[in-house]
């Protein structure tokens, strides 16, 4: 791409060597795919595209003056239509595109400029000039990843990157977020940003949340937002921040078709009712602009030489190529695709994002190439060579002048439904995938034990907790229809209760709806989870979690949930979104020990038998140390009963379950429901502190066997859904919207 690579770079790629540079390859792939939280999907080429900077100025030239002809563009075709009237712009396939909005004419520009952001996928021909392939307007992506592929390829290649002075990326969007806040700025206080996304669009998703963290702004879907009296509000309980929180702009990165049914027509993303006559009033920027993906419509890109001279009267810098297949392109040197261990030229494409700022537009200094041959394609990190240093003093600004204009900050990130659910959801599938994971390998464990011995009392333990696990996750009819002693059945249990993601209540199935509640917590935790959480998915896959003891894969997911609990804890604000993770932790954690409790002690048996059971249900609840700690005595039901019942002090017991949920709804903000919240949990401690281990575990009649805790502990766990409905229906209600009905519907 360049002949002025830095003298540097080919010495420290060379002291890689062919092996070296495979093995950053791979970790780069590794470490991308963990912190989008995908599987590894394109190839990571360490080796970087290099622009100098006469090169790239040149490149920034074309694209700031293609970014103002755009901008001119869409205010005209979506205003006085003045380039329509002649014969230079292509009046018929403008109105033919369904990508041309006529509910949009009349938007209001919020600053300098209609268009916010775009996105441009360039070439350089081997003449060394630039040319521009693609542009995307309605919904411009890619800046997320840019700075995801920066970060973990200076981590699996930081030699490459210390010894090269090149232009970082994260100071470009400081000063975005900084010229966000001068555009929205309004009556003394700092407007309020949303990202609009699509939550079901998995292949952007990442790079969209990614963005948001970037901005530091919330994301949101369609049904997390409301019209009310003509603005643009946070739908949100009554009585918390987000109720009397207007959304000042809205970074818009779903398609402009979507995103209002009343106006643009029926969506499969519901849309928000009214948002186009919203924005065409002022009342709220969206970014970029309803009806900015014509400015995408080939015909009009193949007029932008003639447009450009008759709008902005100046030849057009950057060109598209004519044909398919155009001049010649600048190769980069790459991995071979081939396996070899030399170094070999393929030919790139860049994808650079465009923001309009302060005093016009500006480039990222860098970006994402993707190889363009018939090989599979490679990502490639774009390096913008820094010049000379110049003789102007650095930070010449003082720190008065930085915070200048500042004003006051906004509150904290508002919860909306979606957001409260993932995060309530995301504290219960925790809470339920460590459980899980943690008696099967309790489960797995002991029966190893037990099936080396053949008396009766180990049949007996053995069935007990096998059928404890098909108890405590509801994968019926699972262990109670399968003979213990057949041990290729239970293995094939096992098996299924741990990887079938198709079956409610697996462990599998668990994981894979807390990855999927994760969707939008990027913004709103530490960068720690996402490791652990693929590392946690590889682990899961089905020929992976039975190559080895089953045992292992379940202890890295054990591990795994205590690293996720750890970054959560450490990593995210105390708030409203906090507690309703804490509490949907704690109700998940109460539902599976009384389920636990219920299953295993159903039935008096012999003191043998129970002594085995009630080690293992020590093991997993981790109350082995406490109870020798609190008793001289070998373990026995009724004295681990009342410990996992009543001690407030242990973890994992009941009693500490409700306090500390009864501590997260206090701090929940005062409502209507709230208060029928609290009073479930009163009746709750009422029923927990009533219960007596002792008395529980007394058969129900003389000459039976059978006891009171399944039906007092499946009383307080139907008390404790209850509870939990009360809290979902209030926080996680979604707001009323129109239905998608077309006009002939009306």
């Known amino acids: 791409m360049t002949s002025h690579r830095p003298d540097t770079l080919p010495a420290e790629l060379r002291a890689l060597g062919p092996a070296g540079r495979?093995?950053?390859?791979?970790?780069?792939?590794?470490?991308?795919?963990?912190?989008?939280?995908?599987?590894?999907?394109?190839?990571?080429?360490?080796?970087?595209?290099?622009?100098?900077?006469?090169?790239?100025?040149?490149?920034?030239?074309?694209?700031?003056?293609?970014?103002?002809?755009?901008?001119?563009?869409?205010?005209?075709?979506?205003?006085?239509?003045?380039?329509?009237?002649?014969?230079?712009?292509?009046?018929?396939?403008?109105?033919?595109?369904p990508a041309y909005l006529r509910p949009a004419v009349g938007m209001p520009a919020h600053g300098a400029a209609h268009l916010h952001m775009l996105t441009c996928r360039v070439t350089r021909t081997a003449e060394g000039r630039w040319m521009v392939l693609e542009d995307s307007t309605d919904t411009p992506g890619g800046s997320g990843l840019a700075i995801e592929l920066r970060r973990v390829l200076s981590r699996s290649v930081p030699s490459l990157y210390r010894s090269t002075p090149l232009h970082r990326l994260q100071p470009f969007f400081d000063t975005v977020r900084t010229s966000l806040h001068a555009r929205l700025r309004a009556d003394g206080r700092a407007g309020r940003l949303v990202v609009l996304i699509d939550e079901a669009g998995d292949a952007q998703s990442a790079d969209h949340r990614l963005l948001a963290s970037l901005l530091g702004a919330p994301v949101v879907s369609a049904t997390d937002l409301v019209i009310r009296d003509g603005s643009v509000r946070l739908h949100a309980p009554a009585g918390t921040a987000a109720e009397t929180t207007g959304v000042d702009a809205i970074w818009r990165l779903v398609p402009s078709a979507q995103v209002d049914p009343l106006d643009l027509g029926p969506t499969p993303l519901g849309g928000v009712t009214g948002l186009t006559e919203a924005a065409r009033r002022g009342e709220v920027a969206v970014l970029n602009p309803i009806g900015a993906g014509i400015l995408e419509n080939p015909a009009l890109r193949a007029a932008l030489p003639d447009l450009c001279r008759q709008v902005?009267?100046?030849?057009?810098?950057?060109?598209?190529?004519?044909?398919?297949?155009?001049?010649?392109?600048?190769?980069?040197?790459?991995?071979?695709?081939?396996?070899?261990?030399?170094?070999?030229?393929?030919?790139?494409?860049?994808?650079?994002?465009?923001?309009?700022?302060?005093?016009?537009?500006?480039?990222?200094?860098?970006?994402?190439?993707?190889?363009?041959?018939?090989?599979?394609?490679?990502?490639?990190?774009?390096?913008?060579?820094?010049?000379?240093?110049?003789?102007?003093?650095?930070?010449?600004?003082?720190?008065?002048?930085?915070?200048?204009?500042i004003g006051a900050l906004p509150s904290r990130t508002a919860i909306t439904p979606s957001i409260g659910t993932d995060l309530f959801w995301f504290g219960r599938y925790l809470e339920r995938v460590d459980q899980t994971a943690r008696m099967l390998r309790t489960v797995v464990?002991?029966?190893?034990?037990?099936?080396?011995?053949?008396?009766?009392?180990?049949?007996?333990?053995?069935?007990?907790?096998?059928?404890?696990?098909?108890?405590?996750?509801?994968?019926?009819?699972?262990?109670?229809?399968?003979?213990?002693?057949?041990?290729?059945?239970?293995?094939?249990?096992?098996?299924?209760?741990?990887?079938?993601?198709?079956r409610p209540g697996s462990l599998g199935q668990s994981f894979r709806a807390l990855e999927h509640s994760t969707l939008s917590l990027r913004d709103l935790v530490g960068e720690d989870i996402w490791p652990a959480l693929t590392r946690m998915r590889e682990t899961l896959r089905a020929p992976a979690a039975l190559e080895g003891p089953l045992e292992q894969s379940l202890t890295v997911l054990v591990d795994g949930c205590l690293t996720l609990t750890g970054a959560i804890t450490e990593s995210m604000s105390r708030g409203t979104g906090r507690d309703l993770w804490e509490a949907g932790r704690r109700i998940e954690r109460a539902l599976g020990l009384l389920a636990l409790l219920g299953s295993v002690f159903s039935e008096r048996r012999s003191?043998?038998?129970?002594?085995?059971?009630?080690?293992?249900?020590?093991?997993?609840?981790g109350a082995s140390t406490a109870f020798r700690r609190a008793y001289r005595s070998p373990l026995h039901p009724e004295l681990l009963a009342e410990m996992l019942l009543a001690d407030a002090a242990l973890?994992?017991?009941?009693?500490?379950?409700?306090?500390?949920?009864?501590?997260?709804?206090?701090?929940?903000?005062?409502?209507?429901?709230?208060?029928?919240?609290?009073?479930?949990?009163?009746?709750?401690?009422?029923?927990?502190?009533?219960?007596?281990?002792?008395?529980?575990?007394?058969?129900?009649?003389?000459?039976?066997?059978?006891?009171?805790?399944?039906?007092?502990?499946?009383?307080?766990?139907?008390?404790?859904?209850?509870?939990?409905?009360?809290?979902?229906?209030?926080?996680?209600?979604?707001?009323?919207?129109?239905?998608?009905?077309?006009?002939?519907?009306?």
Request: no cysteine.
């Open 445 to 502: 464990d002991v029966g190893n034990d037990l099936r080396a011995e053949r008396s009766a009392s180990a049949l007996t333990a053995r069935t007990v907790l096998l059928r404890a696990v098909t108890d405590v996750t509801a994968t019926y009819p699972g262990f109670t229809a399968i003979d213990p002693t057949d041990g290729d059945a239970v293995d094939a249990e096992l098996a299924s209760v741990v990887t079938d993601v198709s």
């Open 312 to 405: 902005l009267h100046e030849d057009l810098r950057l060109h598209s190529p004519a044909g398919p297949l155009g001049p010649e392109r600048a190769t980069a040197l790459s991995l071979d695709p081939d396996g070899g261990e030399e170094l070999v030229e393929r030919p790139v494409t860049l994808q650079v994002m465009v923001v309009a700022g302060e005093s016009g537009y500006e480039v990222l200094p860098g970006g994402i190439a993707r190889t363009d041959d018939d090989a599979p394609p490679a990502l490639k990190d774009v390096w913008v060579l820094v010049p000379e240093p110049s003789s102007a003093p650095e930070g010449a600004e003082s720190r008065g002048e930085a915070l200048e204009g």
């Open 607 to 621: 003191l043998r038998v129970e002594q085995r059971v009630s080690a293992a249900v020590a093991t997993i609840t």
């Open 22 to 97: 495979r093995r950053a390859a791979g970790a780069a792939r590794d470490m991308l795919a963990a912190e989008l939280s995908q599987r590894p999907g394109e190839i990571v080429d360490p080796v970087p595209v290099v622009v100098d900077d006469e090169a790239w100025q040149d490149l920034v030239a074309g694209l700031t003056q293609r970014a103002r002809l755009l901008d001119e563009l869409y205010g005209d075709l979506y205003g006085p239509r003045t380039v329509l009237t002649g014969d230079v712009a292509p009046a018929e396939a403008v109105f033919a595109d």
């Open 651 to 746: 973890p994992r017991s009941l009693a500490f379950q409700v306090e500390r949920l009864r501590e997260a709804v206090d701090r929940l903000p005062d409502t209507s429901a709230t208060s029928e919240v609290r009073s479930l949990l009163a009746d709750l401690r009422s029923r927990t502190e009533s219960l007596s281990a002792r008395s529980l575990l007394q058969p129900e009649a003389e000459g039976s066997a059978r006891t009171g805790v399944p039906a007092q502990l499946g009383a307080a766990r139907d008390l404790l859904r209850t509870l939990s409905t009360a809290l979902e229906e209030e926080f996680f209600r979604a707001p009323e919207r129109t239905a998608a009905w077309g006009i002939d519907d009306v």
